[in-house]
């Protein structure tokens, strides 16, 4: 089993920054690739960035440019900078981790908010 708590989320005017973590524990080496989505309220939740284990990144079209995801292998961390943030980026946002056998895993979320 893999275990995901994110950290990281709170209140922030638009145009201002954010940075989620996501801490992961367990069965470490058997996770292929991580991401982060998020969902807003009434909408279902959607994909905003991946990465792979070899460090292959993917983003949504709405946020190339102004998010990067990152990876601490050596601390077991998954990364979400986030700038230039916009109201419609306000959703609770959450950690994924897909393993060998495909399975996923998700935390708990974290709530970001950006005001106008």
């Known amino acids: 089993q893999v275990q995901l708590v994110e950290s990281g989320g709170g209140l922030v005017q638009f145009g201002g920054s954010l940075r989620l973590s996501c801490a992961a524990s367990?069965?470490?080496?058997?996770?292929?690739?991580m991401g982060w989505f998020r969902q807003a309220p009434g909408e279902q939740r959607e994909l905003v960035a991946t990465?792979?284990?070899?460090?292959?990144?993917l983003y949504r079209n709405s946020v190339k440019g102004r998010f990067t995801i990152s990876r601490d292998s050596a601390k077991n961390i998954l990364y979400l900078e986030m700038n230039t943030l916009k109201p419609e980026d306000t959703a609770i946002y959450y950690c994924?981790?897909?393993?060998?056998?495909?399975?996923?895993?998700w935390g708990q979320g974290t709530q970001a908010t950006v005001s106008s």
């Open positions: 994924n981790a897909y393993d060998d056998t495909g399975a996923d895993h």
């Open positions: 367990g069965s470490i080496s058997s996770i292929s690739g």
């Open positions: 990465i792979t284990s070899t460090g292959e990144t």
